[in-house]
């Protein structure tokens, strides 16, 4: 799986966590900035669950690619996981938050002409007060694994 992250890591990259750590599953997103901040080369930016309040911070990154990490509804098995390209995230429209995702990456796009891709995970349990699952937990240390393998070869 590496070399398909090969490309994304090419030249500046931000990665944005988005979600809500007391809502279980929503918090893949932060927790996988977490794991690789420090790890790779990139800039890692725990959004929350408000990502729209980091736009300004993102675009003064002047990032080639951006990379959005998420849990979404991919109508796959909890922990399974899918890198979608922006078209992809436009035409679906999927997401956890109120938040509609069209907005939030076209706006990002206009004020960076960055590449701009999502990383999602499929939840168990968004509600608040849960536990982050196993699998999601395990999808965390196998694509944090991905990201710094694959930054060796960037």
Not at 44 to 60: Q, V
Not at 63 to 84: Q, Y
Not at 90 to 104: A, C, E, Q, R, V
Not at 106 to 119: F, K, P
Request: hydrophobic share 40%.
């Amino acid at each position: 799986m590496s070399e398909s992250w090969t490309h994304i890591l090419k030249g500046k990259l931000v990665i944005v966590g988005i979600g809500n750590p007391l809502r279980g599953d929503d918090g893949f997103g932060p927790r996988l900035v977490e794991e690789v901040r420090g790890k790779i080369e990139a800039v890692c930016i725990d959004a929350g669950s408000a990502p729209e309040s980091y736009t300004g911070k993102i675009a003064r990154e002047t990032p080639d690619t951006i990379l959005l990490v998420d849990a979404v509804h991919l109508n796959k098995k909890p922990g399974e996981f899918s890198l979608l390209k922006k078209e992809e995230i436009l035409k679906s429209g999927f997401s956890t938050h109120d938040m509609s995702p069209n907005l939030f990456i076209e706006y990002l796009e206009q004020q960076t002409r960055a590449a701009i891709y999502l990383l999602g995970v499929q939840p168990t349990d968004i509600s608040f007060g849960a536990e982050m699952s196993e699998p999601v937990k395990d999808a965390i240390t196998e694509l944090a694994g991905n990201l710094k393998e694959a930054s060796l070869h960037a």
